[in-house]
Every structure is written in structure tokens, then in C-alpha cells.
């Protein structure tokens, strides 16, 4: 897999993306995100990824925000079209059969809280920076930011951040629930792939389930618990549902397919 913004390596099952653009704190320009559109493809159709890590490169910076320059001289009807294209590139992330983990070492401003936040949890290293400066620039957040920041943190929480356009850091991250975990930078990778561990062992249509079933709790155009009812009555057409509870009942490891 090659692209022109975004480093690939598989590790272990666990295929991690590193935005790569560090001389401009690897910013969201169009390529990055079409970049991004172009990964996932792969992730929900390549059965060898079990997971993802979505980190940036260098020590500094996870993503500053959006390119700020590819701002200048958009007409109303562009700037709303690369909102929404933004917003459909994350929601295939959010959407991801996969589990993601956005790995933050270091700025996650603007499009970047953005981006870590429509990963399905948040690893944070010490130096993380997390904020929606948009306000700023006389903009607002636009690729899901004011719908997924209301979601995790509340709306008082929420309206603070837009508002004012302070960073919260790391621990206050934490505290705020934004991010499961902090650890030391050099630990970052290491963390996720501790999590990842427990996943890979697991049946991957129940886990791909367990995705839709929680992302339905914030679809207000479905019932989530009858969204769930189905999904688990799904599960028990699989394979990997009679070898897990085989397995269970004559003592044994499970060994799942996929299917
Ligand atoms: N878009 C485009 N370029 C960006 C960028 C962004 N969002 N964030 C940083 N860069 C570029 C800078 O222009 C600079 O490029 P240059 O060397 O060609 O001038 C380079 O990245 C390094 O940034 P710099 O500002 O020199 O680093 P710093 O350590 O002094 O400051 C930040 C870091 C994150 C505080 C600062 O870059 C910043 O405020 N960035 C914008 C954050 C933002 O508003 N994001 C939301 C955008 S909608």
C-alpha cells in the first residue's frame, strides 16, 4: 500500500496509518484526506487487518487541523462541500468493522480532535494538546467536531471548547473522558498494541457487531437496543458463535475464522 500522505506498515495484524506531512504538523490538506478515504477502503475490505493505529508522524504534532491554506478564497458552497466530505471520510472511520485507536502524540487541534475523535478511542502520549481552535480563524469546527465533542464530553464541556477555542492537554483530556488512557510517548504504540492483543483474539463479525451496536446509541434514526437485539440474533448464524461456545463448554481455546 502506497500513499502520496500517509505511511502504511502492518504490524501483527494491526495495519498502522502515520500522517505524514511533519513540516506542516501533518495539517489535513485534500490529499491527506482522500488519502484517508483511499486506506479505509482497504481496511473494511482486507481480512489480513485486523485493526488499526492511526498516529502522526514526528514527536510534535498527532494533526494541527485542517490546511488552513487550502481555506483561503473557498465560496460558501465550497467550504460547505469540503465540510462534508470531511465529514464522510470520518465517518467511515467511525464506521470502521475494524477497530481503530487513534494513537496522539502531540497537537490534536481542529480537524485533528476531530479525526482522533471519530477513532473509536483515544490513546493520549503526555504531551498531547487537544482543542477546536477554528473560532480563531472566524470558522467553526465542520468535520463532525460540534456533534462528536457534544457527544463524548457533554454539552457544557463541549460548548466551552467551541467557544473559546482553549486546548485542554492530556490529563485534562483524560478527566474529561475524551481519551481512555496516558502514557508516555515512547509507550504509545506499545499501549495500543497491548489493547489490540486482547481484540485479535476474538471472533471478528462479533466485534465488527459490537461497533455497529454502540455507534447506533447516537443514530437518531434507529432504535439502538432493537438495532442490538438484531445484531446479537446475527451472531448466532456464524461459525464463530458455535466454535466459541463449543470451546467454552469442553474447555478449550476458541479458534475463530471469521465467519
Ligand atoms: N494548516 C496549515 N499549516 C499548518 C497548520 C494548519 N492547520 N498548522 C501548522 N501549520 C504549519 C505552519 O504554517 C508552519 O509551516 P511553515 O513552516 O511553512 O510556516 C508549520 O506547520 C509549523 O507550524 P508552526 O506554527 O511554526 O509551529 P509552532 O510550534 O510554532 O505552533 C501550533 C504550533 C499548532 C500552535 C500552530 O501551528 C497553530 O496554531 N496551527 C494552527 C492550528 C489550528 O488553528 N487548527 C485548526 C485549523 S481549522
Given at each position: ?49 485486523k485493526s488499526v493505529v492511526i498516529t502522526g508522524s514526528g514527536l ?51 480537524g485533528g480532535c476531530e479525526l482522533a475523535m471519530s477513532c473509536h478511542f483515544i490513546i493520549a502520549s503526555d504531551n498531547a ?131
Open positions: 500500500m502506497s500513499f502520496q500522505t500517509l505511511f502504511t506498515k502492518m504490524e501483527d495484524h494491526t495495519l498502522i496509518i502515520t500522517i505524514n506531512r511533519p513540516e506542516k504538523l501533518n495539517a489535513l490538506n485534500q490529499q491527506v484526506m482522500q488519502d484517508l478515504d483511499a486506506v479505509f477502503e482497504r481496511v473494511y475490505k482486507f481480512p489480513e487487518i510534535k504534532s498527532f494533526v494541527a487541523g485542517a490546511d488552513i491554506k487550502e481555506f483561503q478564497a473557498l465560496s460558501k458552497a465550497e467550504a460547505t462541500a469540503l465540510a462534508k466530505r470531511g465529514q464522510d471520510v470520518f465517518f467511515k472511520i467511525e464506521h470502521s468493522p475494524k477497530p481503530v485507536i487513534a494513537c496522539v502524540n502531540g497537537f490534536a487541534l481542529g494538546l487537544f482543542g477546536q481552535p477554528e473560532v480563531n480563524l472566524g470558522i467553526m469546527v465542520g468535520y463532525g467536531g460540534s456533534q462528536r465533542l457534544t457527544q463524548k464530553l457533554g454539552k457544557a464541556r463541549a460548548m466551552e471548547l467551541v467557544i473559546t477555542g482553549n486546548n485542554i492537554n492530556a490529563e485534562q483530556a483524560l478527566q474529561y473522558g475524551l481519551v481512555n488512557y496516558v502514557v508516555p510517548q515512547t509507550e504509545l504504540l506499545d499501549k495500543a498494541f497491548s489493547l489490540l492483543a486482547a481484540a485479535h483474539n476474538k471472533a471478528p463479525l462479533a466485534i465488527a457487531n459490537s461497533i455497529k451496536a454502540v455507534n447506533a446509541a447516537w443514530d437518531e434514526s434507529v432504535n439502538g437496543f432493537e438495532v442490538e437485539a438484531n445484531l446479537f440474533g446475527d451472531c448466532f448464524i456464524t461459525a464463530d458463535c458455535k466454535e466459541g461456545i463449543q470451546a467454552f463448554i469442553e474447555k478449550r481455546k476458541p479458534h475463530f475464522t471469521g465467519h
